[in-house]
């Protein structure tokens, strides 16, 4: 084995857009493992919105990436080595190991995974945290009943391509909302949503309400901004909203609530979630989203770009709207 491995630290942080001057690209010694730690080989990378979050030095639910460490990240791997008594050479496991090739575990927090039924990748998306946590805000926070409308944006991506198609088990109308007409054929034809709507398509109130003719009982918001307005101006009385990402704003920008009335008079129930502050959830959840996607009936795509140096082109391209379904980053 090699002794030295690569891994992407944060440079400096960003003011507004992210560049790929903001990361740095370093060569490793490998550490000797020690009693009680093994050795993962990082097969996949999971690149998230929240790592945007990240980069900023300010006060949020979680504290920020320090400067000229490993970028913060999910991954999925194989243990190659191991002096822990609960894990094997040869297990695959899902771990927060960093932008990096290898990474060293005390094995907390770390999760064995089979991969008989379901593909190592799915469980950094469809199995895995955005899985979880369209599950979550759909079971647990919009609790919508058969026949109800559940308006779901960037609905092709990891977590919204998710809650369309348990909405659609839950015997809901999922109607999407996504950038371009490409996105929003693969939400509909092939995740099997009722309709998608192109927010750039120039009419995205009147596209809404052709899409949700009976109005909108549930809206999982991923974006903000207009696309969140139009949303609420189109909700029934007693509406829920699970508020889960503005994405939006993730660069800075103030993303204000154009307004506030409909949400008296509407009633609207409006809660924002972090899904890792419901762990005691996932088992049941994980358990639930492998078994759909082992029977074929929870579909995913993956954009997947090549070798750890192309993470930092690959998360800018994640945060422009570039991905379909879940971003990876694929290092072996
Ligand atoms: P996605 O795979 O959906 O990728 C991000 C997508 O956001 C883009 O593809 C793009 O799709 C869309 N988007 C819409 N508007 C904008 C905009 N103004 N700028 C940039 N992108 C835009 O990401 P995830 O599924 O991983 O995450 C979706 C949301 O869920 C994010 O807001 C994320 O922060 C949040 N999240 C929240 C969690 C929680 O615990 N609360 C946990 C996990 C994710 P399009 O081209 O359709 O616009």
Known sequence: MNNTYQRIVLAARPQGEVTPDLFRLETVPLPELADGQLLIRNHYLSLDPYMRGRMDDAR???????????????????????????????????????????????????????????????????????????????????????????????????????????????????????????????????????????????????????????????????????VFDTALARTNPFARVALCGMIAGYNGEDIPLRSVRVLLKNRITLRGFIVTEHLDCWPQGLAELGSLVAAGQLKYRETVSQGLASAPEAFIGLLKGRNVGKQLVKLV
Request: glycine share 16%.
């Open 60 to 226: 949020s639910y979680a504290a920020p990436q320090p400067l000229d460490e490993t970028m913060i990240g999910g991954t999925v791997g194989e243990v190659v080595a191991s002096r822990h008594p609960s894990f094997r050479e040869g297990d695959f496991v899902a771990a927060m190991g960093g932008w990096a090739e290898m990474a060293v575990s005390d094995g907390a927090g770390l999760r064995k995974l089979d991969t008989s039924a379901v593909p190592l990748s799915a469980y950094l998306g469809v199995v895995g945290m955005p899985g979880m946590t369209a599950w979550y805000g759909l079971n647990r926070i919009l609790e919508l009943q058969p026949g109800q409308t559940v308006c779901v944006s960037a609905a092709s991506g990891a977590v919204g391509s998710v809650v369309g198609q348990l909405a659609k088990l839950r015997g809901c109308r999922a109607v999407g909302i996504a950038g371009g007409p490409e996105k929003c054929d693969y939400v509909v034809r092939e995740l099997g949503f009722d309709a998608c709507v192109d927010y750039r398509g120039g009419d995205l109130r009147g596209d809404l309400k052709a899409a949700a003719p009976d109005g909108i009982d549930g809206i999982f918001e991923n974006v903000g901004g207009p």
